[in-house]
């Protein structure tokens, strides 16, 4: 049976720290900030790895391996351009 | 054993996350980030993978693969295109999540019906429509800004708009509640598809009456969206890892959506219901001033002899791809002992942060680009204000003309600089919609044709024949 309550504890804490750590990012790093949180959400991959590769009807495990393959687009390139963004920051 | 790896590394995940947004709060620091959460997302899913319940490795090593293949170019797009990618990714992340809660869905109603609880089962739905409409909403929008010829760039209203759109996300909601309460009913799967079919259609309708200047209020809202089908999808699947990713990444739309709203002064509901861009009467009435056009040479001159030059970037700059025009001329002021500083609107471009990337690829240093508020107080002292492709954030209108659809949107103070040059693409003032007063000001000298072209004859002034 899942703890519904302290998911929602989980949930209720990581907003208030999400609302406290962006708040402080610089404003100069908005659109790297977009594709790094992007990249960083798509750890909804961890929940498609065992939609994909667990023994379940192929129907299904297609569902899974087309959200892995989303999901895992978005990782490389989230992070990738990111790293290619924030290079480009020089103070001189 | 496996299971306590998975949950060990689901932990150091969320820290290593949380520490990758927290050194974004300096460009110094800003890299470690990336490498926080690459590690952090490498060890999730490793320790996913080692699962024993995890048999058929080939399907997640292509689709890991294909992932791989489609990635690496996105992240190679230009930077002009960098909010497309944006919105492209809002989609995936959307459909990811969508997908998912149906495979769930589907697998509860076959296998595991005791395990559709009605929370779990509103846990579902609401992935389901979140991740859904997140993706063809930001598909839509992604079109839009990529300026797909069948995705109709202007704002698209018609009566009773607003009624159809809360409609159809109503509809979905009541079906929602249907199947909560009855997941495994005969008309269940029917109901679920309908609700599937609700969404998609949602987020068409929702993306169809935007307008471009509305677009980094949108990507926020749409970025919102994505985290918050992640953390849905968190419930479903009993991963506080994803709720709490989903949870920042949910924050961070939330945060910058409100920023974004407040630098338009308009509320979310208006953004998302108002159709900007649609029913702009010409507000000026009275006399019809017109503009001053003003030389290559005689410009040139005005930014050599000052000693305060403020550069006001929007889309235009990165339309016309002239940030890079935009450097030489900031390295041929400087060299000349002329104080140059970029003034950033919040809304500049189409996405958050947009300038200040366009610029720091050509090299500005970031400590020359300046935000909004820090620059409006300096505006008096400064000599020349140069517009670069930037229209309603230095429209005086915001201030007074109460009929404008931009009143009361902070803006930067242009028009209180000793001269303005303004470069704009097309002579026709009335293409962006509304008139801009800026352009017909005594102090004002207008630079026409494309931004990357008049800067290229602007920097050519500074070289060997001209002005020394």
């Not at chain 2, 790896?5 to 974004?24: H, K, Q, R, S, T």
């Not at chain 2, 995890?54 to 960098?82: C, D, E, N, Q, Y």
């Not at chain 2, 005969?186 to 200047?213: D, H, R």
Request: hydrophobic share 50%; glycine share 10%; charged share 10%.
């Amino acid at each position: 049976m899942i703890d519904y309550w302290s998911m929602l504890f989980v949930f209720v804490l990581a907003t208030f720290i999400g609302l406290g750590v962006i708040r402080r990012v610089s404003r100069l790093l908005y659109t790297p900030l977009m594709s790094l949180t992007n990249a960083i959400s798509a750890i909804a991959v961890v929940g498609s790895i065992v939609v994909a590769g667990a023994d379940y009807p192929a129907t299904i495990r297609v569902l899974g391996a087309v959200a892995l393959f989303a999901s895992m687009t978005n990782i490389v390139s989230g992070f990738m351009i990111t790293n290619r963004m924030l290079k480009m920051f020089k103070k001189q | 054993m496996t299971r306590s790896i998975a949950e060990l590394a689901a932990v150091l995940a969320a820290a290593l996350f949380i520490f990758a947004l927290y050194w974004m709060n300096d460009p110094k620091t800003a890299r470690h980030g990336v490498i926080a959460g690459v590690t952090g997302m490498t060890l999730a899913i490793l320790a996913t993978w080692i699962q024993p319940e995890i048999v058929h490795h080939g399907w997640v090593m292509l689709a890991i693969v294909a992932g791989f293949a489609v990635g690496v170019p996105l992240s190679r797009v230009p930077l002009t295109a960098v909010p497309q990618r944006t919105a492209l990714s809002h989609a995936f992340g959307g459909l990811a999540a969508g997908l998912v809660g149906t495979a769930e869905y589907l697998l509860g109603v076959s296998a595991h019906p005791a395990e559709l609880t009605a929370f779990r089962m509103s846990a579902l739905v609401a992935e389901v429509i979140l991740g859904f409409l997140t993706f063809t909403g930001s598909l839509m929008a992604a079109g839009k800004l990529q300026e797909v010829k069948w995705i109709p760039q202007r704002p698209v209203t018609y009566p009773g708009q607003n009624v159809v759109n809360i409609g159809v996300l109503v509809a979905a909601a009541v079906l929602g509640v249907f199947v909560v309460n009855n997941p495994t009913a005969p008309w269940a799967g029917t109901a679920f598809n309908t609700i599937v079919a609700l969404a998609t259609l949602f987020g068409v309708l929702l993306i169809i009456p935007i307008g471009g200047a509305d677009m980094p209020t949108v990507i926020s809202i749409l970025n919102s969206y994505a985290g918050l089908s992640a953390v849905a999808m968190g419930f479903v699947l009993n991963s506080k890892l994803l709720v709490t990713a989903g949870a920042l990444d949910g924050s961070s739309g939330l945060i910058l959506s409100i920023i974004m709203c407040r630098a338009m002064n308009r509320s979310f509901t208006n953004v998302l219901f108002g159709a900007f861009g649609t029913v702009q009467k010409a507000v000026t009435a009275g006399e019809q001033k017109t503009w001053k056009q003003e030389s290559v040479e005689g410009a040139a001159q005005l930014l050599e002899q000052a000693s305060l030059v403020v550069i006001i970037p929007g889309y235009g700059m990165a339309v016309a791809q002239a940030q890079h025009k935009v450097r030489e001329l900031y390295d041929q002021l400087t060299k000349r002992g002329v104080t140059v500083k970029f003034a950033i609107h919040p809304v500049a471009g189409r996405m958050p942060g947009h300038m200040n990337v366009l610029l720091a690829e050509a090299n500005v240093p970031y400590t020359a680009l300046v935000e909004m508020d820090e620059i409006n107080p300096e505006m008096p002292q400064c000599d020349v204000a140069l517009v670069i492709g930037a229209n309603d954030v230095v429209n005086p209108a915001a201030r007074y003309a109460k009929g404008s659809p931009i009143y009361g949107m902070p803006i930067i103070d242009a028009d209180k600089a000793r001269t303005v040059l303004a470069i704009k693409r097309s002579k026709n003032p009335g293409f962006a919609g509304i008139d801009n007063e800026l352009y017909v000001q005594d102090n004002t000298w207008m630079l026409f044709g494309d931004a990357k072209a008049v800067l290229g004859d602007l920097v050519r002034q500074f070289g060997s024949g001209g002005l020394h």
